[in-house]
């Protein structure tokens, strides 16, 4: 399977969502190939354990993370269970509404709670803080470099600069340990922050629909990175 042959899926080619044991997997392989065309200065990266990502030369080390709340982490892993014929209780239905999702009419489909910029940011935080842990180990191991990404899957609603700081640097500053950078993934862009919560940079993420098929197809190994990684 090609790039362009990939490039040519539509959604409903894949019939049912990830499995859940496999969305993780999924997320380390889209923080991979994000990297790698975001960061064209740094090298090629393995997904590995221990960080997620690690240098083929052993310099640099990413933990990769997904900020999700857990009434929508518990939703998605409820739906694709049922979806894939796998949930345990019939009453996915009940617990997915009174997590503050709606299930459509013909279960094909759901829809998340309604959530503001605070609630965002909230998330995106209290998974940055739960990674703070991490550096200390990963150093240990003899990582030059530690970083960390955050993938929100979701479009972010629009603030400054100042805000996106000012919320970063809430977390960084309780920990004497700091990662050498942080990348946030968030409306189809790249945000690159220093460890003490500056930003730093930031680009547009080309062909994101694209990546996220083919992390889901090598999540499921039905696709070796080898096969596409020259051509994306």
């Not at 090629?44 to 990413?62: E, T, V, Y």
Request: with cysteine.
């Amino acid at each position: 399977m090609t790039v362009d042959d990939i490039r040519s899926m539509t959604w409903f080619d894949f019939r049912k969502p990830l499995e859940s044991h496999l969305m993780k997997k999924s997320t380390e392989w889209l923080a991979l190939l994000i990297v790698s065309q975001c960061k064209t200065d740094f090298p090629k990266f393995l997904c590995n354990d221990a960080p997620d990502l690690q240098s083929r030369d052993k310099q640099i080390g990413i933990e990769v993370t997904e900020a999700i709340s857990k009434e929508d982490a518990q939703i998605s892993g409820l739906f694709s269970n049922y979806r894939n014929g796998k949930c345990r209780t019939d009453k996915w239905r009940d617990i997915v509404k009174k997590n503050g999702g709606k299930v459509g009419f013909d279960e094909s489909n759901i829809t998340y709670p309604t959530i503001t910029s605070e609630d965002e940011w909230k998330t995106i935080c209290e998974i940055y803080g739960k990674k703070m842990g991490k550096i200390m180990s990963y150093r240990q191991k003899g990582f030059e470099k530690i970083g960390l990404i955050i993938i929100y899957s979701d479009s972010l609603i629009p603030v400054k600069k100042e805000t996106m700081e000012e919320s970063m640097k809430g977390i960084s500053t309780k920990f004497k340990e700091k990662y050498d950078f942080v990348f946030l993934v968030a409306s189809g862009t790249f945000f690159e922050f220093d460890g003490y919560g500056n930003l730093t940079g930031y680009k547009r993420i080309e062909e994101m629909d694209l990546l996220k098929k083919c992390a889901r197809l090598l999540a499921e190994q039905k696709i070796k990175i080898e096969s596409i990684e020259k051509e994306l």
